[in-house]
């Protein structure tokens, strides 16, 4: 389809490529990381590190609450977020333990995909390598520090509604 564009907006052949390796060099991070996070993961299949951590996960599951099970997967996955800023990489490297961890806590796996949705959402709405956020704020011409000072309540209030929302949704 760029190429029909290149030919329709009497684009030169230069000017195009260079435009277009630009916008892929930003495709180029989230490729490497969903990669990386892929191949993490046929290691630790291959190595059976996945089986271990999931047998050590369901003995420790035994007995937990659902509702407990679901804010501490809603925890974890806000503060990988932070670690791992690619929503697409942070489900590749995350949802097959944590999939199988919620069918050992008899959490339906919509409920660990809602707490997931949520942890990122949350976690973009307030991290510098959010692009969207840093590119609202530039345009805005405000600080990310006076950001973050008027909207931090407001991540909190959220943080607990979404507790409260998630352990209401495992009673279910």
């Excluded at 670690?83 to 199988?100: K, Q």
């Excluded at 956020?133 to 209030?157: D, E, H, M, N, Q």
Aim: net charge positive; hydrophobic share 60%; aromatic share 12%.
């Amino acid at each position: 389809m760029s190429v029909v564009i290149m030919f329709v907006g009497y684009i030169k052949e230069t000017e195009f490529i260079n435009s277009f390796m630009s916008g892929m060099s930003d495709l180029l991070n989230v490729a490497i990381i969903v990669a990386v996070a892929r191949g993490i993961q046929v290691v630790m299949n291959n190595g059976k590190i996945t089986g271990t951590i999931l047998h050590w996960g369901e003995i420790s599951l035994a007995g937990m609450p659902k509702a407990a099970f679901i804010i501490l997967a809603f925890i974890f996955f806000i503060i990988l977020s932070f670690l791992i800023p690619s929503s697409s990489g942070l489900a590749a490297a995350t949802m097959g333990i944590m999939g199988s961890l919620a069918q050992f806590a008899h959490v339906d796996g919509s409920v660990l995909v809602t707490s997931y949705q949520a942890a990122t959402g949350l976690i973009t709405a307030i991290t510098p390598t959010a692009g969207m956020l840093v590119g609202a704020l530039a345009l805005s011409r405000i600080p990310i520090t006076i950001y973050w000072k008027w909207v931090y309540k407001f991540i909190l209030l959220l943080f607990l509604v979404t507790c409260v929302y998630l352990a209401i949704l495992t009673a279910l």
